[in-house]
Structures are given as C-alpha cells and as structure tokens.
C-alpha cells in the first residue's frame, strides 16, 4: 500500500508505472490510499525509486497483511498472531491513520494492546520495523515494513510538528520536514543564503540549525530576526544580491513563488557561489496542467550544475516537490 497526496493519485501511478514498466493492478483505496495488487515490485524496490526521485507523489510504503471490517475487529490474541507472522523484532513502530483526514488514535491502542499481551513492546517512532494501520472507507488495513523503506517515520507520511509561538511563517515546516525526512546534516557554522526569505521562516529553521545566513529578499523579515547579528538581510532581488555577492555559500534555499523551470535557473546562478558539494533545497512549486512533468523539466535544468539527491512531494508541500541537491563537484 502506498499514501500520497489526495490530488496526486494520477501523477504517482503514472510514476510508478513508468519506473516499473508492465502490466500492474492498481486499486484505490481511500482519498489518500493505494493498493498495488500484484507483488512483481518488491517493495525495496518501490523505496529505492521513491528515494531517488523516480516516484515523486508517494509518501509512504507498507506491505499488506490483513484487513478487517470496522464491525467486525479481531480479539487481541488473534491480532496480535498475525502480526507476530510478519515480525522478527520485539520492539516496533506503530503508525495509525484515518484515510483523508484523522490520526486514528483508537487503533493504535487496539495495535499496541494486542502486541503487548506478546511481548512486544511499541513506541510512536524510532524502531527498525514500522507497524501501519489505515482506516480506508469501513476497513482496518495493516501493514508491516522495515523503516528503511517507509519513506517516513509518520503516520501515513504526515509529519505533524510544533506549532509554537517562535514561529515565522507556517513555510518553516516545509524547510524543517525535509532536513528530518531526508537526514540532511548541515555543515558546522557554515553560510547560507536564503533566497526569497521574507519573512523569514527558513532563515530562521536555518538558524536553528548553526548557519550564518544571508536572507535575501526586497520584503522585510520578522521583526524577531532582525537582532541576530548572524542573520543579514539583503533587501534586495537575487539576481542583485548575485551579481555584487562575494560570499561563497555551504547551503542554498529557495522557497520563490515561481513556476518549476525559473525556480530552478535561479538555482543554477546560485551555484557560482556555492562551494563545490554545497547543498541546494529548493521547491519546485506546483500549478499548471502537468505538475509532474513540470517537475521533472526543474529537475532537468538543475543537473545541469547539481546531482540531485532526493525529490519528493513532502506532507507540507501541497502542490510543491521538495528538491535535495548537491553542487557537482
């Protein structure tokens, strides 16, 4: 079973169609759920697509092992004989969810309290194998996969976090899922460059990461920043920031409101000032009639200059895919 966004369905079976070319049966389950019915794709293989940017519109994998009506719910001894079929660990992840919308916390219990009665213990995140229950139309659908290719370590990809009163802009949560989802390290005290900062949201996730930072935007930044003396503010355009900027760059962030392809050329006038192997993080913003092939047309153009890492439509992208990239070097 694989989740995506409840507008994306079409755009991640046409991606997983064509990185598995063949004939496939694949069922719709919910808004934001799927089925792949055949097994002629390992789901290791699925991951590995997903990782490395082919599958664009998945957010998160599991494996099938049961399903049962909401009327008609398993004892805890036979759930939890079902689930021990397919596990070969005594500590796991529980993962629950309501299709389209719902945490399913009711189910996790049922989950937990099953397996406990057998010894094994569960946490909310953080094992090496992931249990998944989906709620989908009047169905309990389980799932059981290693971590590693689960794509997150959320409930159905749905990375919930904080929303605290330090925060900017609800943009942050973009800059912040990709860092945890992809396990970007950035560089100890290194210099970034925020294009399209205002009002601040990125540069202020990139601070908390130990970056100087260069937030370039003609707006203003949120009044909170303006006393950090390793935040500059450039009140300018990125293409005027550029052609007067003698700074070279470990990381480069571009969250513009632009369409793919002029998105990612600013990316490209950015890596004249990124050292060699610096990292990019770059939205490639949605719209038009074939946001895919969009997509793909930005991600073109970046490996002009870039290898590109990861690329993904992410829980708090909407209609966006988050590119990871490294200058070449």
Known sequence: MF????????????ELREA???????????????????????????????????I??????TVEVAGYPLDDLPSEPELATTLLDELATRSVS?????????????????????????????????QDVVVSGVVAGKQLLLGVNRLADSLSDWPGGRMRLARGEDRVSRSEFKLEEAIATFGLELPKSGKAVDLGASPGGWTRILRQHGQEVWSVDPGSLDPRLR???????????????????????????????????????????????????????????????NPLDGARH???VLRERYDVLHARQLHHNRNEITVVA???E
């Open 3 to 14: 989740s995506f966004a409840s507008d994306s369905y079409r755009y991640a079976v046409r």
């Open 20 to 54: 598995f070319p063949g004939e496939h049966t694949v069922e719709r389950l919910g808004a934001e759920l799927a089925r792949l019915a055949d097994s002629a794709v390992p789901v290791e293989e699925f991951a590995a697509a997903c990782e490395d940017g082919r």
């Open 56 to 61: 664009m519109f998945v957010r998160h994998l």
């Open 94 to 126: 529980v993962q629950t969810w309501i299709d389209d919308a719902g945490t399913g916390s009711h189910y996790r219990r049922l989950i937990a309290d099953a397996l406990a009665t057998r010894g094994v213990r569960t946490e909310l995140a953080g």
């Open 227 to 289: 006393a950090d003396r390793r935040i500059h503010h450039e009140a300018t355009t990125a293409g005027r920031f550029f052609a007067n900027n003698r700074v070279r760059f470990d990381v480069v962030v571009n969250d513009m409101r632009m369409d793919q392809v002029t998105s990612a050329r600013m990316m490209l006038d950015a890596a004249a000032h990124l050292r060699r192997g610096g990292l990019a993080i770059v939205t490639l913003k949605g719209g038009g009639k």
């Open 298 to 300: 930005g991600i073109d």
């Open 326 to 328: 490294r200058k070449h």
